[in-house]
């Protein structure tokens, strides 16, 4: 059974930085791209930002570019996203997922796992 479980949401200021982790079990993990998505209320499901299977390919959305970087750990079937100098637009509920595929894919559609998900709350 495949489980992936967000964690280190939280609320934070404008400007302030938060990490979150995303830990998975019961897949090979180091044969799948991994992704982060946000999902603000009454908005689509979107890209954030993308990492390859060994790590050394990454995808970002251009709204957090410069800002956001994700990482991987594949000892510790661990993914990460580092965000920094967050902004109000940047509140959602953030999802991490993995895609069998090779490439790092930007649709929703294409990733086969998903979490549950952890809220980010940026006040400004």
């Known amino acids: 059974q495949v489980q992936l479980v967000e964690s280190g949401g939280g609320l934070v200021q404008a400007g302030g930085s938060l990490r979150l982790s995303c830990a998975a079990s019961?897949?090979?993990?180091?044969?799948?791209?991994m992704g982060w998505f946000r999902q603000a209320p009454g908005k689509e499901r979107e890209f954030v930002a993308g990492?390859?299977?060994?790590?050394?390919?990454?995808r970002y959305a251009d709204s957090v570019k410069g800002r956001f970087t994700i990482s991987r750990d594949n000892r510790k079937n661990t993914i990460y996203l580092q965000m920094n100098s967050l902004k109000p637009e940047d509140t959602a509920a953030y999802y991490c997922?993995?895609?069998?595929?090779?490439?790092?894919?930007?649709?929703?559609?294409?990733?086969?796992?998903w979490g549950q998900g952890t809220q980010v709350t940026v006040s400004s």
């Open positions: 997922a993995a895609d069998a595929t090779i490439l790092v894919q930007t649709t929703p559609d294409t990733y086969d796992y």
């Open positions: 019961g897949l090979t993990f180091s044969n799948y791209v």
């Open positions: 990492i390859s299977r060994g790590g050394g390919g990454t």
